[in-house]
């Protein structure tokens, strides 16, 4: 990486955990899209990033988060904390937000060939219908 910092990337973190707790729970190990998932799963796996980046921050250590964040970024005021807490670190908040037209994004889609992608390609017109790809945070 060009920084040298530590990369936590949010399915290699937290992906054994979720397909656990989908399984446990009587759900397919690779949904990323049902009410279960969602409800269950979804912020316990962003917590666990978070918390992740937090240690690192605590210990001095930069760190770079790979996720989507599109629920996060959505809510200002979780933006907002979220600087703040750094702030109380010592620490910097710097959003790097790639865009990509919906070709592209069903082609890496493709291309990365992960299990949790399934749903997504074989229902494309309605996974994208859900997907603003205008959509940048607001960050101060």
Not at 24 to 30: I, K, L, N, R, S
Not at 36 to 44: F, I, N, S
Not at 61 to 85: C, G, H, Y
């Amino acid at each position: 990486y060009l920084t040298g910092w530590p990369r936590l990337d949010k399915d290699s973190l937290t992906r054994p955990l979720v397909e656990a707790l989908l399984v446990a729970h009587g759900g397919d190990p690779h949904d990323r899209h049902t009410p279960l998932y969602l409800e269950k799963a979804r912020d316990a796996e962003y917590q666990c990033l978070m918390e992740t980046a937090g240690d690192n921050i605590r210990a001095g250590i930069s760190t770079v988060l790979d996720a989507p964040f599109l629920r996060e970024f959505s809510d200002p005021a979780w933006m907002q904390r979220l600087i703040n807490r750094c702030k109380a670190q010592g620490a910097e908040v710097a959003v790097i937000w790639v865009k990509c037209d919906h070709e592209s994004m069903r082609e890496y889609i493709t291309f990365r060939s992960a299990a949790r992608d399934s749903w997504k390609l074989s229902n494309w017109d309605d996974y994208i219908k859900g997907v603003d790809v205008d959509f940048a945070p607001k960050v101060d």
